[in-house]
């Protein structure tokens, strides 16, 4: 079975200032899909980037990038110029399968300052 | 358009009672998807529709958990005779079907936070 492992289980950044989430799983798949979520207070899950791992290229959504080593089974999300709107609880997730259920690690909570 | 939404927001019960928490999914997403959130557990999946196809129930944690999916849209999440162990929130997710990497996007609801007394 799939395990995402998160060791942060807080973090705290200051406002403008870069942070790097940390996350590393197993899979025996070759091909899979991996996923960082956001839930802020109000517990709505919002997708905030994702992995195909046979691309060999680190996805990149505007603040938002990810560091995925595929040998080392590592998958750690970097927010550049933090905003305290990115305050919120993060979950790194894997997905073995298009459409399958996902896996979720224990999530880290980031806490941005003024 | 209108996102996944979940119903009711907040549940209180009584241990040994049965409660209902339904999902209204995006409208068109064949898939749909719950989840349990605890302190303890972190994010489970407990089940997964998928058109007309058999339920996936492998996570489904006892027998007194059960799920179905009317019409292909609207889930009820039932919990039988409730302990406080199963006080948690309850996520439900929706997936639009399609080949394209980009199908593979859940699409969560706000949750119900049950809490079992």
């Known amino acids: 079975a799939q395990t995402v492992t998160q060791s942060q289980p807080e973090m705290s950044v200051q406002e403008a200032e870069t942070v790097t989430l940390s996350c590393t799983y197993d899979?025996?798949?070759?091909?899979?899909?991996l996923f960082w979520y956001k839930q802020p207070p109000s517990r709505q899950m919002i997708l905030v980037i994702r992995?195909?791992?046979?691309?060999?290229q680190n996805a990149t959504e505007n603040r938002f990038s990810v560091n995925f080593q595929k040998a080392a089974k590592s998958f750690s999300l970097k927010i550049s110029d933090s905003q305290l709107g990115d305050t919120a609880m993060y979950f790194c997730?894997?997905?073995?399968?298009?459409?399958?259920?996902?896996?979720f690690g224990k999530g880290t909570k980031l806490t941005v300052n003024p | 358009g209108a996102g996944v939404s979940q119903s009711p927001s907040n549940k209180v019960t009584e241990k040994g009672k049965d409660v209902e928490l339904r999902c209204d999914p995006i409208?068109?997403?064949?898939?749909l998807y719950w989840y349990r959130q605890s302190l303890g557990q972190g994010l489970e999946f407990l089940i997964y529709?998928?058109?007309?196809?058999?339920?996936?129930k492998s996570g489904l944690p006892s027998d007194r958990f059960s799920a179905e999916r009317t019409g292909g849209s609207v889930s009820t999440l039932t919990i039988q005779r409730t302990q406080q162990e199963d006080s948690a929130v309850y996520l439900c997710?929706?997936?639009?079907?399609?080949?394209?990497?980009?199908?593979?996007?859940?699409?969560f609801g706000p949750g119900t936070r049950l809490t079992v007394l």
């Open positions: 997710a929706s997936r639009p079907s399609g080949g394209a990497v980009s199908y593979n996007e859940q699409f």
């Open positions: 899979t025996s798949e070759s091909n899979y899909y």
């Open positions: 992995q195909e791992a046979y691309k060999q």
């Open positions: 997730a894997f997905m073995k399968r298009p459409g399958e259920k996902l896996v």
């Open positions: 409208s068109g997403h064949t898939a």
């Open positions: 529709f998928q058109g007309n196809s058999a339920p996936d």
